[in-house]
């Protein structure tokens, strides 16, 4: 069952609140569901990859000054084409978390390592992920076109 504790959750959320029937939104765009790829809740299938800390602790300034500036231009590769679709860093933290992708048009999780794979940082092993399937809203991607009109200076 995909999507069953989602559905459960929906059911007892309707039922609490005497909603006993599926609601139509006013606002349906069918055209714009069908190219987000969006089910009837609007939502679909992603992977959630968390960044961690590699087990590489070189102190090669040279190497990790330039796998980092390729992990950068790797990420503006992979949104380019649609695949990254949320992507930043995250604060300090005692799991060595360091980062997080949000990974769309995406086939399988064996897809999304070798993906994964193409990015400087995790061939030299600065970085290492986690990647777990994820149910979200379809309407991500969307804020993209918005967010290259907001940044005044480029990473």
Do not use: C
Request: glycine share 8%; hydrophobic share 35%; proline share 3%.
């Amino acid at each position: 069952m995909k999507y069953g504790l989602f559905l459960i959750i929906s059911m007892v959320i309707s039922t609490t609140f005497g909603q006993t029937e599926n609601q139509s939104n006013p606002n349906y765009d069918k055209a714009l569901a069908e190219k987000l790829g969006a089910d009837d809740y609007g939502m679909k299938s992603l992977f959630l990859v968390i960044l961690t800390s590699g087990d590489n602790k070189t102190d090669d300034k040279s190497l990790i000054g330039e796998s980092f500036r390729g992990h950068l231009e790797n990420i503006n590769r992979l949104v380019e084409e649609g695949k990254i679709i949320v992507a930043g860093p995250l604060g300090k933290n005692d799991n060595n978390y360091r980062g997080i992708f949000i990974l769309d048009k995406i086939g399988s999780i064996e897809e999304a390592e070798e993906l994964l794979k193409t990015d400087p940082a995790i061939k030299n092993r600065l970085l290492d992920y986690e990647i777990y399937n994820w149910y979200g809203s379809a309407a991500l991607s969307e804020y993209l076109p918005a967010s290259d009109k907001i940044w005044k200076l480029k990473p």
